[in-house]
Structures are given as structure tokens and as C-alpha cells.
């Protein structure tokens, strides 16, 4: 929501409407993540602090016994005998089934219980003498926790919802939702816009229609969870529609006059695009309701849409810090050529994408930060947007990517450990492949400068690297040893924004920040040694991972040199804030405009996969083929366009609920089957007319200078116009024929490529 001409403490109306709720979202979301590791410690800390803590947390809050620890047993079992002999004088069956009472059995029964309520008091006394003031402000803080967490983690579907519609409203005002190409012209504008205000609309109406559905449940006495979400749903819808229709009536004041009504039709977004189709057919089929129902399959995966609005903004802090430059800086000294480059990049970008889950996440996080640091080593623009594009897709099939861990945990007939081995084998062959292919569209030689002159430059360039290394170490080692919580796949959302925050202190607040870091390091490092004979695990690995921690700590000391390259010296840098703060504030900024972009279209390609599976036409595939072959061709065709047209969680999720099933029957392998799957889908997104990846580059990149990066007809041949798309698709369909097809010549290349895990899943 930007608006420059109001300002209030300095800071504009959106940042106060739109940045601020969405930074204190995030942040409640890091805390809930890790609000369960914080409460496990504290029982822990409590545990080894005062011996039998789990009794000591309840006094107070458990109420004295009130059975009677000395009764008159005797005159119990003659009071029960009473009882029994009245009971069994009213009873015309008790002569069948016997009329003698075991007064020894009931003696011991009252005597079993009157030492089972001692115990209760002994227990109840001993708390209370044991508890004292320093054990009840603990417990308070510890309860208090607990309370806190399992308070606000029954609403994150509340949390997700807010933030969709908060950042949709941001991204509408802005003008920054995914199309197929830029709004530019009053035509390109009014044809966008009146599509999404009927896109709207027709949410509002389906949102409304719901509650009513759901109201009439509640009437019948059918439970429904989350009925107040949709009163949350119709104000947001209607937000959205209202500020179309506004847009509408004052259109923007640098618009381009004209304009052709065909290419105005492609800048329609692609949620619109979605929600008008699955609308229709949801219309159609009297179900009026539809899209909103699958909107509430989204909110069963809150917490999977959190932590990726969570990767986004660690991506747009990213863009605040040095961090990239830096570490470009360590390979410039190699004077490469922009397609050995390329290669370098993506081969090293393939890690930080297993942590995001997807190439989509991937590119919105760190694309613009690829873009230009690939401008600034010399790539022309039409390869460094395709390595852009292509940034995320080599790392969603490495260790620990979600997506992997989502397919295992689907179906049992594939384990991660066998998934992360098949796919690490895909990831050489496809960074292979573009090594390869990239050869073939050189503009030059080949390059790279000579050992001798290289490899001093580049160790020279490290060091300042160093103290960024340093920040992010300590918070790893404070998450592993403090709260004993290790960086994967399930803490990554929680730890990495800490670590660029620390990063931030460190660049924007002082340089000194790292000589407490080193300290902290040193001590943990330290206490790391003298605790190795009682740990669990490897002690050559725990000793290998301190003596780098060392290394770090020392190198930043001795080997502290000044950055090769300046902060300021490209022009394609983009806005960096020179205080903690303003850097905060311009990352929460973009973020929230990224947010509402991207958590939109995922959230109509659940309703265009709804549309899909209610058609029945994933049903008309045959159940058989007439070969293997012929099931693989057809199963890959498919698989490429669900890639084209939904995310990737959406499309994991609808495959294995249709067509995994078929290819199995067919003879595919499961393991070769989901490997075909995830390499599919990444050639989808990065085929045209779609294209998904190249939307999300352009996206964070700026649609001018995607613009600025076209080639005229008569300048250059046509692969060299559209080498953007070109080259990523020739790298992608080979990595696919070959994974898809040649396994199948070869029953050995088979047996090596899909492997069989010896263990469980991880």
C-alpha cells in the first residue's frame, strides 16, 4: 500500500497497514515454530535445576488430595458389607450367581486404596516443601510459554489468512501481480484490472455463498472448525474488489498511451486467470462455493505457507547485506567466461535451494541477487536472466528439499533416503547438461585465469567473508547446542532469518557485534570439548567441526583484508538501507508485495486442481498402456503441463493422488517415477507460454530490465533473441529424456540410477 504523499513518524501509510503486520506475522511464526524448542529446553533446564521438576511445576496448580489417608478400614468394610448384603437382597438373580461376600478381597481393596491416597499426599506434601519462590517464577515463565504457543498456534490458519489478504492488497496497489507480461498501456490496465475485479468479485461471492453452506451445518448440529475465517475471507475479498474498482475509475498517471487489445488480454494475472476458469466451472456444476472450500485446503497447510512467505523475506534481507557480492568477489580473480560462470552458479545455488523446498521460492528469494551479481561478472542479459530462471531448478532433488520429504511422506513406496540418493545423481547430470549445452551459445572463448594468479586472489578474497561466516556459525551453534535443534529442512524457516538478522547487526549496527560472536564461539567450542567424552555420535566429526570453527575465528583476525569491490560500483544494485532499520523496513517492503504475488497464484492453482480432479480427466488415462514406453511418453506430456499451470506442492499433491497410480500399474519404478516428476515440473516452469520461473525473475529483477534485455529481429538470430528461454529448455528436456528414458535401456544404469535404500526414511 504505497502512498508517499502521507507520511506518519516518518514512515508511509503502507508501511504502517501492509510492512508492519507483515513483519509481526513473520516474526510470530518464527516464534511458534520454535516456540515448542523453547518450552522442551526450559523443561529440561528446569529438570536439571531443581531434581523432579515435572512434580515441582504443579504446585499451585493442583488441588490437595481429598481422600482420607487414615480411615477406619474397619468400619469401611462393615459399612461395604452392608451395602453388598442390601444390594444383593434387592437382586432376584443373586442366588444364581452366588451369595457369598469375600470379606478378605474387600478388606484388601479398602486397604490398597487407603495406601494409594497416602502416596497422593505424601506426594502433594513433598511438592509443597520442596517448592520455593525461585521455583514458582519458572514454572510461571515456563507455563507461560507453553500457554503462549499453544495459544497462537491454534490460529496460524488465522495468521496465513491476514497475511494472503494483506499482502494481496499491497501487491493489487502496487500493480505486482504475476501475468505473463507487464501492464504497461491504459488498454493493458483496464483489461487487467476488470479482470481482476471480476476475479474478485466472484471470490467475494463464493467466500459469502461458504459461510452460508457453513451455517446451515452448524444448524443440522455438523461441527465446523474455523467458522470465524470466513467473515476474515469476505472483508478481504471485498478490500481487493473495492480497490479495482478505484483503479478502475483513477487509473495511474504513467501509463503509456494505447496499446493493442491482444497483448493487453496477456496482462491479465495469472490468479485472475485461474479463478475466472475454476470459477466457471465450479459455476457450472452448481457448486458455488468451490474455490473458497479449496482456499480452506490451503489453510490445512498453514504452516507450509508460512515458512515459505518466511523464505521470501530471508531472500529480500539477502538482498540488504554484502553477503553475495562478497562471495562473488572470491570468484571474479578466475576471469571466467560468463557461461563458465553461469555453470558455477548454479551448481552452487542448487544447496541454499534444498532448504527453500522449491525453484519458485528459490528465485523470488535470491534471484535478483544472482541477476546482478552475474551482470556485474559480465554476462549479457539473456544469459544471466536464464540462469536466473534456472537458479532454483537444479536443488529441488537434493538433501533436505520439503518437496522430497512431502512425495515420502505420501506414499510408502519411496523413502527420502532413496529419493535424495536418486536425486543427487539427477543434479550432476542436469549441472552437467548445462555445462554442455551453455558451450554452444558462447559469444566468446571459453576462459578462466591461470592457478597461480587465481587461487592466491580468491583465498585473499575469502576474508572478508569471514566475519559474515562468523555470525552465521554462532547462530547455527546456538540453535544446536543451546536448544538442541540442528539446521534442516524442518528448522530452516526458523534459523536462516535469524542468521541474516544477525548478519544485519553486523553490517548495520557494528562491526564489533562479531568480536561477542567469536567469543560465544570460542567458549561453545571450548565447552564442546571438555563435554566430547559424554556426547552421543562421532567425536572425529565434532572435533573436525570445532577445528573449522577455529579456523574461522582466526582467519577473520589474521587474514582480515579490505573487499574487493565496492557496495556501489554497479548500477544495477538494488536499494540498500544504511541502518539496521531502513534495511529491515525496505526487505519487510518488498516482501510483502512478493507475498501477496506469489501466495495468490498458489492459492487459485489449489482451485485449478480441484477443477482437474472433479473433471475426471486424469481418470481417462488408461489403466494400462500398450508398453512401458508408450506409458512413460504420455505420463512425461502430462506431467510437463501440470508443471506448466500449478506450483509444485499443488501438482505433488494431485500426481499422487491420480497419476502415480497409473505408472505404478504400468511398470514404472516409484523411485524413477517421482524422479521423472520433479524434473518434468521444472521444465514446465520454465517452458513458455507460461513459463512460471521467468515471471518470478522478472518479478524481483524489475520489468524494464527484463525489457532492456530484448533483442531486435534483425540484430540477432532467433536462439540468440530467445536464449532465455531456449537454453534453460534444451538443459531441462535433455536432463529429462535421459531420466526419463535411458534407465529404461538398461536395467544395470536402472539398478544404479534408483537404488534401493538399505535404511528407513529420514
Not at 488 to 508: G, N, Q, T
Amino acid at each position: 500500500m504505497q502512498t508517499r504523499s502521507l507520511t506518519v513518524a516518518n514512515r508511509s501509510v503502507g508501511e504502517w497497514l501492509s510492512s508492519l503486520p507483515t513483519v509481526i506475522i513473520l516474526l510470530l511464526t518464527i516464534f511458534l515454530a520454535s516456540g515448542e524448542i523453547i518450552h522442551s529446553q526450559l523443561l529440561k533446564i528446569g529438570e536439571n535445576t531443581w531434581q523432579g521438576y515435572f512434580e515441582l511445576r504443579t504446585a499451585g496448580l493442583v488441588r490437595e488430595p481429598s481422600c482420607n489417608p487414615d480411615p477406619d478400614v474397619e468400619g469401611e468394610l462393615r459399612r461395604a458389607i452392608l451395602e453388598k448384603e442390601a444390594s444383593m437382597a434387592d437382586d432376584p438373580l443373586a442366588s444364581i450367581f452366588g451369595s457369598d461376600i469375600d470379606e478378605d478381597a474387600m478388606r484388601r481393596s479398602l486397604n490398597s486404596s487407603r495406601e494409594i491416597c497416602r502416596e497422593r499426599w505424601e506426594s502433594y506434601e513433598r511438592v509443597k516443601e520442596r517448592v520455593t519462590p525461585g521455583v514458582i517464577m519458572y514454572r510461571n515463565l515456563e507455563t507461560g510459554v507453553a500457554a503462549v504457543v499453544t495459544t497462537l498456534g491454534n490460529y496460524k490458519r488465522l495468521l496465513l489468512c491476514i497475511l494472503v489478504l494483506i499482502c494481496a492488497a499491497t501487491t493489487t496497489l502496487q500493480r505486482h501481480h504475476i501475468a505473463l507480461r507487464p501492464s504497461r498501456t491504459v488498454k493493458d490496465h483496464y483489461i487487467g484490472t476488470s479482470a481482476q475485479l471480476v476475479a474478485n468479485l466472484m471470490l467475494l461471492m463464493s467466500a459469502t455463498v461458504y459461510r452460508g453452506q457453513e451455517q446451515i451445518s452448524m444448524s443440522e448440529g455438523v461441527q465446523v472448525h474455523d467458522f470465524y475465517l470466513h467473515i476474515f475471507w469476505i472483508a478481504g475479498f471485498a478490500l481487493l474488489s473495492a480497490i479495482n474498482f478505484k483503479q478502475l475509475i483513477s487509473p495511474p498517471k504513467d501509463l503509456e498511451p494505447g496499446g493493442g487489445w491482444g497483448k493487453a488480454f496477456l496482462t491479465i494475472p495469472l490468479y485472475s486467470l485461474m479463478c475466472l476458469t475454476a470459477g466457471a466451472q465450479f459455476m457450472s456444476q452448481g457448486y458455488y462455493h468451490g474455490i473458497s472450500v479449496y482456499l480452506g485446503m490451503m489453510m490445512e497447510l498453514s504452516t507450509l505457507f508460512l515458512n515459505l512467505a518466511l523464505y521470501i523475506w530471508i531472500g529480500m534481507m539477502l538482498k540488504q547485506t554484502r553477503m553475495a557480492q562478497l562471495a562473488f568477489d572470491v570468484l571474479r580473480p578466475w576471469n571466467m567466461s560468463p557461461e563458465l560462470m553461469c555453470f558455477v552458479v548454479l551448481a552452487l545455488a542448487a544447496f541454499p535451494t534444498a532448504f527453500t523446498g522449491a525453484s519458485g521460492i528459490f528465485i523470488i528469494a535470491a534471484g535478483a541477487v544472482i541477476y546482478t551479481e552475474l551482470m556485474r561478472a559480465g554476462a549479457r542479459k539473456q544469459l544471466a536472466l536464464a540462469a536466473t530462471a534456472m537458479s532454483g531448478s537444479m536443488g529441488v532433488v537434493l538433501r533436505p528439499c520439503l518437496l522430497v520429504v512431502i512425495i515420502a511422506a505420501l506414499n510408502r513406496s519411496v523413502t527420502t533416503n532413496e529419493l535424495f540418493a536418486s536425486g543427487f545423481k539427477v543434479y550432476v547430470l542436469s549441472i552437467v547438461l548445462f555445462f554442455i549445452v551453455s558451450q554452444f551459445f558462447r559469444t566468446e572463448p571459453a576462459r578462466i585465469a591461470p592457478f597461480s594468479e587465481a587461487v592466491p586472489k580468491s583465498i585473499r578474497a575469502l576474508a572478508p567473508l569471514a566475519p559474515y561466516a562468523i555470525m552465521i556459525v554462532s547462530v547455527a551453534i546456538f540453535f544446536r547446542e543451546v536448544l538442541n535443534r540442528g539446521t534442516d529442512e524442518f528448522s530452516a524457516p526458523i534459523i536462516l532469518p535469524v542468521m541474516l538478522i544477525a548478519v544485519l547487526l553486523y553490517e548495520k549496527l557494528s562491526k564489533n557485534i562479531v568480536h561477542v560472536a567469536s567469543a560465544v564461539l570460542i567458549a561453545l567450542v571450548g565447552w564442546s570439548f571438555w563435554k566430547m567424552g559424554d556426547m552421543e555420535g562421532s567425536i572425529a566429526g565434532t572435533v573436525f567441526r570445532n577445528l573449522l570453527i577455529i579456523g574461522i575465528v582466526v582467519s577473520n583476525y589474521v587474514f582480515s583484508t579490505t573487499p574487493l569491490s565496492k557496495p556501489d560500483d554497479n548500477p544495477n544494485q538494488p536499494a540498500v538501507g544504511k541502518k539496521l532499520e531502513s534495511s529491515l523496513r525496505l526487505a519487510t517492503n518488498e516482501t510483502t508485495g512478493h507475498i501477496g504475488a506469489l501466495l495468490m497464484l498458489m492459492a487459485l492453482s489449489v482451485s485449478t486442481g480441484g477443477i482437474i480432479e472433479r473433471s475426471g480427466l486424469m481418470e481417462q488415462l488408461p489403466e494400462t498402456f500398450a508398453n512401458i514406453w508408450v506409458a512413460t511418453t504420455i505420463l512425461v506430456i502430462t506431467m510437463v503441463v501440470i508443471g506448466m499451470i500449478m506450483d509444485p506442492y499443488g501438482a505433488v499433491i494431485l500426481v499422487n493422488a491420480t497419476i502415480a497410480q497409473v505408472a505404478f500399474a504400468n511398470g514404472i519404478d516409484p523411485l524413477h517415477f517421482w524422479m521423472i516428476t520433479l524434473v518434468s515440473f521444472e521444465l514446465g516452469y520454465l517452458t513458455p507460454p507460461v513459463a512460471l520461473n521467468h515471471l518470478l525473475a522478472r518479478q524481483v529483477i524489475g520489468d524494464d530490465e527484463v525489457e532492456s534485455s530484448k533483442i531486435a529481429k534483425g540484430q540477432a538470430s532467433f536462439v540468440r533473441r530467445y536464449e532465455k528461454f531456449i537454453l534453460p529448455i534444451l538443459v531441462m528436456l535433455s536432463a529429462l529424456l535421459i531420466v526419463s528414458y535411458l534407465p529404461l535401456m538398461s536395467e544395470g544404469l536402472h539398478s544404479w540410477m534408483f537404488q534401493k535404500a538399505a535404511g528407513g526414511a529420514l
